[in-house]
């Protein structure tokens, strides 16, 4: 019985990796969201297979195919361009007016990366191996064991870049607390279980590990400050992280909403509430009636996405299940702000299958989610003076 459904969330999943067997027809759940620099467009593709471009000053949305993977769009960083994969295993970098600037043929990806000058390309297939380039000029970057992977841990391997530093990570599940990366290179092949699944922080212009950053548990999303000076995670445990990238040996906790900051050095056992400081706590939001664990809390400390919301550093940290997300700086463990992102509709916060259907452009503050039960899409924008964030329009 066990095996069988094993096999049925495999095929489940394959599915959703291409989408082939959902040909046309109503627009779907968004998988994957861009967002232009400037805040103007939104790419995004779709569990029905297609490719929509959101015009989100103009409040429209045009259908480029519907013929998509369901995995592939991604804006580039300063340009009118994004990437986009169709089902023939054909990637191109295609302009908002619709001039294709480059096409090549590639493995079926699941999320990949392209930088502002086009030349360095980065893509991961389903067993969260890294390939740089394309055609005759691809290498690997991060082949080392098929597990854990897409189909096993059920997201995708989430790519970040800041071009500024030349860095960029990756992050997908965290199942040891690192190895030396002198000893356990990140590409061998004839491994079965992959020692570069937890966050990892690479040299985009040598495509080297710089370092593995330990500290998460179980499924984990991490990214990289648009200036390269910061790297955020959280995982479906609760655990939040953070790393200064000129000593990624350091590591940092985030605090827990209302439990507070763990002392990790402090002289005192795991349940001594001296153990905790709650001296930068800020009260947190509470619903009228307690939900059926009897917790009132309307944010969850296990984090299904991140995103940094402002080029100052700011960045937003969303709770798996819930429509209210935290405002964090980057470099400091307390939460600054609670942020209500509604429930009609309800944001795409309640799979990690659909983690970067969660995005944002930093230098715009803008935010956009997809819906938990539509094909549609929420834009927020943040103002960081006044630290709001207001819903703009809500696109079907």
Known sequence: ?????????????????????????????????????????????????????????QHSRDILSTHANIYSAYFIHDRDAFLWQDLDDIVRVQTVDGEVLKQFAHFPTYGHVMDTSLTHYIASDDHWSLFAGHGDEIMPVKQDGISPSFL??????????????????????????????????????????????????WNLDTLEPIAQLTGNSSKVDAVISPDGQWVVSGDEAGIGLFWNT??????????RYSGGLLLEDAPYGIDDPRRYDMSGLIPVPLADEPDRWGDRSVVTNTTVALAFINDSEEFLRFGTYSHWVALFEAGNPWPQKYFDLGDDPWPSTSSYLRSLSIATSPQANVLVTGHRNDGGITVYRYDPGARTLTKEWVGE
């Open 1 to 57: 019985m066990r095996a069988a459904i094993i096999l049925i969330a495999a095929v489940i999943l394959t599915a959703c990796a291409t989408g082939r067997s959902q040909p046309g027809g109503e627009l779907g759940p968004a998988m994957v969201i861009g967002v232009s620099s400037d805040g103007r467009y939104a790419i995004s593709t779709h569990k029905s297979q297609h490719l929509v471009l959101w015009d989100l000053q």
């Open 246 to 255: 000129d000593n990624p040996e350091r590591r940092h906790r985030m605090a």
């Open 152 to 201: 096993g841990t059920g997201k995708l391997l989430h790519l970040s870049i800041s071009e500024e530093k030349g860095l960029f990570v990756s992050a997908g599940s965290t199942t040891h607390d690192g190895y030396d990366i002198e000893e356990h290179p990140p590409v061998a092949p004839e491994q079965r279980w992959s020692n570069y699944a937890l966050p990892v922080l």
